[in-house]
């Protein structure tokens, strides 16, 4: 019997060191190696100084191009059983092609997070308003939404983006799976030596610049809420890291204040597990945030946002505070900072939350328990999904004669 082949088209190269999505790709990609695919990455973004090694990994690169009939001839050589596509973008611009060429091809979007939701949070709080239910039904939510229609099925990380596709915006449960993180659990011995209140100091913010929420968050840090922490714990410091890191933030560092910016950290683990408490005042965004799942890793107590925890912990307590006042984050900040027993109690509500929500062992069979019946009918599932034939139909009307159209016109110029 011949190996089982996955593709997936890639937004950017995964760089798991960089960004939280970097690492949700390879926990994706990993997953599919122990399943036993032969798995190929492919993308139209030029390779980067972080990107991942995937040929460590056993998984075959290749680079491809927007409106180009080489992809044809690739994907019909490799003819895969899923094709994974990362964000919706790459649905638009590759997914009639796959439907056209590999029609029984199991067809997968990773939101990766919603993008119109975290598009639209971030007008409402630059513009000073509450997120309206009209804010959200823009051309962006028109555009994602009808990609998750045209896939047989999408990959959801957060619960309550979950809700607001089914109960907003109607879209079928059956077309939607909920996939977190997928973490290893934290044994009890793990815990034993992640106790060290007394060997930790400082505060840590941490998150990839090129994401808005994060600049936006440490901009809030530097002229809000470092000023208050400070003017309690005089001797205090707050260590800023991050990918990326564009200059205004930069500028930002101080010595006097105690406000220290880094710049990219070699292990985002090590850096957190340094400090007694993780800072990250979230103001807009979607999806879950990797750096708190970083920060219960290596027993790091935080305090963020009601954006910020969204999704993060269910029922379960923060491991830490969540608040959205200015001064209220700040008092929260500086009690786990000094109170030990405060701090143990918030750093094992974050083990809590790991073992529970994140469990891999957990949401990995779920996962293949979903593979495994979309693929015994997929055909049912598909003829089920009227609403995403449509759309098809359309999009190979519409995108595919205008992709033809730039390809020719590419052909023709000197």
Known sequence: MSQKHLLVIGYVWPEPKSSAAGARMMQLLEFFIAEGYAVTFATTAA????????????????????????FDAFISKISPEIVIFDRFMMEEQFGWRVAEVCPEALRILDT??????????????????????????TEVAKREIASIYRCDLSLIISEAEMDLLQHTFGVPQQLLLYLPFMLKQISEEKKADLHQFQERQDFVSIGNFLHEPNRDAVVRLKTEIWPLIRNKLKEAKIHIFGAYIPQQILEFHNDKEGFIVHGRATSAKTEIKKARVLLAPIRFGAGIKGKFTDAMQVGTPTVTTSVGAESMAGELPWNGFISDDPSKFANAAVSLHENEIIWQEAQEKGFRILNEKFSEEQHRSRFKEKLQELKARLQQHRNSNFTGLMLQHHSLSSTKYLSKYIEAKNRSRP
């Open 47 to 70: 390779k980067t100084d972080f990107m991942a090694d995937l040929s460590s990994f056993g998984i075959a690169s290749e680079k491809i191009e927007l409106n180009n009939k080489s």
């Open 112 to 137: 990766e997070d919603l993008h119109f939701l975290r598009k639209a949070r971030q007008k409402a709080t630059k513009t000073g308003k509450d997120l309206s239910l009209s804010a959200l039904f």
